[in-house]
Structures are given as C-alpha cells and as structure tokens.
C-alpha cells in the first residue's frame, strides 16, 4: 500500500511566473476535448504521465493553493487514464488510451484481490486459530486461579499460579500481553502506520472532491508537453464518483481490514520475537501495490551518479536541482569519491546545505562502488552521469558502467575537463565507438576553466538507439 506524500507550495495570483508554470494564465473556452478554461479560481489536479498525481485547490487567486505530490503507482496512473479516457481528445491514440486503463485496471484488481486474499487466509488460518488457543489458555488460567468461575478472594491468585504447572502456563507466558508496554507500543506503531495510509488517502479523497464541474465533458485538462504533465483543473461529479469506487473505496477497505487482522493476529502471536517477525510479514501485505507496480511498468531512473565528489560543490548543486524537480521527490544523487578526507568535507557540506536526503556521498573506485549500485537500486537506475574524477581513467570507468547496466535509456552523460588534462582515449570511443546496439550523439563544448582562462571541453552524450547497418554505410 504505497503511501501518499503532501507537501505545500505557495502560489501567488500576482506571480505570472508561477501561473505560467501552472497553466493558470491560459484562458480557452471550454469543449468536451478542451485543455482548460479560467484558470485563475479554479482548484487544479496534476498528473504526471509518468504516474505521478497531483491535487492542486484554490478559490481564491490570491490563496496559497495546497499541492499534493503523489508517488508513482497503480491507483495513480488509474486515475490518469481514467481522466484521458474521458477527454476524447486521444488524436487517434483512443484506442491506446483505453488499452492502457484495462491494463492498469486489471493490474488494481488483481492488486486487490491478492491483498484481500492474503488478509482473509491470515484471519482464517493463522489469526483466528491463535486467538481460539488463546482464549483456551486463559480459561485453563481462570480454572486452575479461580476456581468454577468465581472468583475466590480468600485464596493467593499469585500462590496458586505459581502452583500451576504443566505447558499451558508455559505457553500463556509468552504472549505479548505479559509484556504490555512493549505490546501496546507495538500496537501504537501499526496503528500510526495504517492511520498515515489513511489520513493521505481522505486528504487526496477530499481535494479531488473540491475540483470544480467542467461546463461541458467530463474533465478538463492543461497539457504541460515539455515536463510531461497535464493539470486536471475540472472534473465532472460522474467521473469523482468512479475514481472514488475504482481508487479510494479499494484503499480505505484494504486499510481498515488489514488494520484488524493485523492487530488480532499480533494480539495471538505467542513471543516478543515472532511478534516482531509477524509485524514485518504485515508490511509487505502493504507493498504489495508498489512490488505489482515496478514488476509490470517500465523501469523509473532513480539516480544522479556523479563520479569524483572533491569537496561537494557540484553535489550541492545537483541535488538542490533534484529537491526542485516537479513529481521527482525519490530522485537522489549518488557521488563517489576516492579520497576519505574529501569525502567527509563533502557529506559536511551537504548537512550543512540540509541535502543529506537528497545526497550521498560513498567512499571507493567506481569498481568497488558500481555493483553495490546495481544491487541496491537495479540495472538502467541512472538518469545523469557526471564524469569529474581523473580524465585518462574515464573510458574505463565509462565501460564499467556499461557492463553493469546502470545507465538507463536515454541516461545523459556528461564528462568535465575532457580537454585540460584532457580525456582522449574516451573522446575517441565516444565519437567512433559503437556500445552494445546503441550509438552515443557527443557534443563537446568549449568552456573557461574555473578561475582560469585557457580553454576547456565538458562533452556532453546521449544514449540513442543504434540506426540499421544500411544508415551505418
């Protein structure tokens, strides 16, 4: 159950910066295929196409509009076809459309199914059968302390429990409730888990509910084609209702559910350790909606990886860039560095400049480091690669990133001082080179050093898919 991350952002009627950022200064009169009509009122929604929602409301031009930024998922790109679905303005791309919300509904509905299933098989054959046995245990306790069922004040409860012998006690001591500060803490925990599930969920409900009625169609919708974004600025009561039954019903009932089962079944769960272990098996019920989505979508670039951090100026740069991306809040940089000292003045840096979530800073040669990459975040995770180590060594290390899959399609590659020092041997590959199918278009541009004035090269790469061997000549 991926969770949902609000965040505030102040926009001004007065800042047309920000209202052309938005598509708020736009005015087009409304058709049933139509973008947008007066902005400037009007509560706005956000979808990136790459399945990232957002909530954008306002009635007032000079009120500060609440955004919510949403991760990629299931129930987000749902939500987007539903709404392309319903602008009919496809231009020949309906079907496709269409294809696409069958898809990501079956997806849901398969993502539900297996969520609710895997809660009912936990109630019926784990949960339930542990509070049955427990309920026995503690009616062997009252017996045995207390006699027929009444209770006999004359008599030492304690002496007489010390008296029980035999594995019922036994068992009746390691359940969580004789530990019921640990237990309730536990408790605490999951219930603030799922309450935060919950609490995102009514608050993305209740700013879709806000949208104003189009005039005319079912939804009405800014296209922003150079971030590759549309803003829902209007949405029809019919369309609210089916994104309400098809997105938040599903997550309000998987919560709710999962919440008692999950409480019941750690209730019963008979020691500290197994309580712990059957907490985490709880958690990837929850995740199951984010595994379902990664596995049957195309994979995401999750990665800035810069190869040489020196003292961390370009890191802060990078990663204050990153903070600033709209709908790309996972986004991180990675930045490697060989010397120990330049790397604690690095990471120092980034505290300093509140980075250190968005940035990291890892000890080691990029032969040591890459692997670890790959095995953390998976192949084609880097979106960006910044070369500013040692120019005779970049061909070698470019290579290596190329055995291991970790430019992703279309990754930029940007390599600095290829000129002074210089990089020849990686120039060469890049402008007659030919990489495992695909070409790389190098660009080499001519820059002044820092605090000097001779001349240098930053070459900058693009992956592109490899032309036919007739264009290749």
């Known amino acids: 159950m991926q969770g949902l991350r609000p965040r505030i952002r102040s926009i001004s009627g007065d800042n047309e910066a920000d209202l052309v950022a938005l598509g708020e200064s736009q005015t087009v009169t409304p058709t049933r295929a139509s973008k ?28 500060l509009n609440e955004v919510l930024s949403f991760n990629a998922s299931i129930y987000d790109l749902t939500i987007q076809y539903s709404c392309l679905a319903c602008t009919g303005c496809g231009e020949g791309q309906d079907a496709t459309v269409l294809l696409n919300l069958v898809l990501f509904l079956g997806l849901q509905v398969g993502n539900v199914f297996l969520q609710m299933f895997l809660l009912f098989e936990i109630e019926f054959l784990i949960a339930f059968p542990a509070m049955e046995h427990a309920r026995d245990l503690y009616a062997l306790f009252t017996d045995h302390c207390y006699g027929e069922g009444l209770m006999d004040s004359s008599e030492d409860v304690g002496i007489l429990f010390q008296s029980w012998d035999g594995t019922a006690k036994a068992e009746l001591c390691q359940f969580p409730l004789t530990n019921p500060t640990f237990f309730f803490m536990v408790i605490l925990i999951w219930t603030f888990f799922l309450g935060h599930e919950l609490k995102q969920t009514v608050y993305f409900f209740w700013h879709t509910l806000r949208l104003h009625r189009p ?9 922003h084609q150079d971030q590759n974004q549309f803003v829902i600025t209007h949405m029809s009561g019919l369309l609210k209702f089916w994104i309400a039954l098809i997105v938040f019903l599903p997550k309000f009932i998987i919560a709710i559910v999962l919440w008692y089962i999950g409480a019941r079944w750690l209730t019963a769960t ?42 961390g100026y370009s890191a802060v740069r990078f990663s204050s860039e990153l903070r600033r991306c709209p709908g790309q809040s996972s986004l991180r940089l990675t930045s490697l560095e060989v010397n120990p000292l330049h790397v604690s003045v690095a990471r120092f840096l980034l505290d300093i400049a509140g980075l250190s979530q968005v ?8 032969k040591d480091v890459v692997p670890q990459l790959v095995e953390e975040l998976g192949f084609h995770s880097t979106g960006v690669c910044f070369m500013d180590h040692r120019g005779t060594i970049f061909h070698q290390d470019f ?12 990754a930029q590659l940007v390599a600095d001082n290829t000129l002074n020092p210089g990089a020849p041997l990686f120039l060469w590959e890049r402008f007659h080179g030919h990489h495992r199918g695909r070409l790389l278009s190098t660009t080499c541009w001519s820059l002044t050093e820092f605090l000097a004035e001779h001349e240098d090269w930053t070459s900058t790469s693009e992956w592109r898919p490899a032309p036919t061997e007739r264009q290749l000549g």
């Open 399 to 410: 290579n290596l990133l190329l055995s291991h899959g970790v430019l992703g399609a279309e």
């Open 270 to 311: 008979p020691g500290v350790d197994n309580l712990m272990l059957n907490s985490l098996a709880l958690t990837f019920i929850c995740e199951l909606d984010e595994l379902i989505f990664r596995t049957c979508t195309s994979e995401n670039i999750k990665v800035v990886t810069e190869l040489g951090a020196f003292v």
């Open 36 to 63: 947008s009509r007066d902005l400037l009122s009007s509560p706005l929604a956000e979808v990136d196409l790459g399945g990232h929602v957002r909530i954008e409301a306002g009635y007032d031009e000079r009120e």
């Open 215 to 223: 005039t005319e169609g079912c939804v009405c919708i800014v296209d």
């Open 359 to 366: 940035a990291e800073v890892r000890p080691g040669q990029v």
